[in-house]
């Protein structure tokens, strides 16, 4: 079982930056690609990065390249996504989840590829 708690959510006003983190407890996340996705109201969740397991290829997806950055402390047991220059239209609550089959060295970006999701925080930008 892993168990993923992310965390550094909250409010900003549109051009400002957060950082939000993924802590696992359980596994270790070095074994595992991972992915964050986020969910808006009335929206279907979607993949907004995407990291392998070791950290050596990574996907962001086009509605947030050049602004977010994904990136792993497979020492500390943490995943991160710096996103910076937010826009209102990245409101919505953000999730960190593990894919626990994938061994080939990729990323995962597919919804259904995840295994274990955390529960989710909060990221509002204001214009």
């Known amino acids: 079982q892993v168990q993923l708690v992310e965390s550094g959510g909250g409010l900003v006003q549109a051009g400002g930056s957060l950082r939000l983190s993924c802590a696992a407890s359980g596994r270790t996340l070095s074994s595992y690609a991972m992915g964050w996705f986020r969910q808006a109201p009335g929206k279907e969740r979607e993949n907004v990065a995407a990291?392998?397991?070791?950290?050596?290829?990574?996907y962001v997806a086009d509605s947030a390249k050049g602004r977010f950055t994904i990136s792993r402390d497979n020492a500390k047991n943490t995943v991160s996504l710096q996103m910076n220059d937010l826009k209102p239209e990245d409101t919505a609550v953000y999730y960190c989840?593990?894919?626990?089959?994938?061994?080939?060295?990729?990323?995962?970006?597919?919804?259904?590829?995840?295994?274990?999701w955390g529960q989710g925080t909060q990221v509002t930008v204001s214009s």
């Open positions: 989840a593990a894919d626990v089959t994938n061994y080939s060295g990729r990323y995962s970006v597919g919804i259904y590829d995840y295994d274990y």
């Open positions: 990291i392998s397991r070791f950290g050596s290829k990574a």
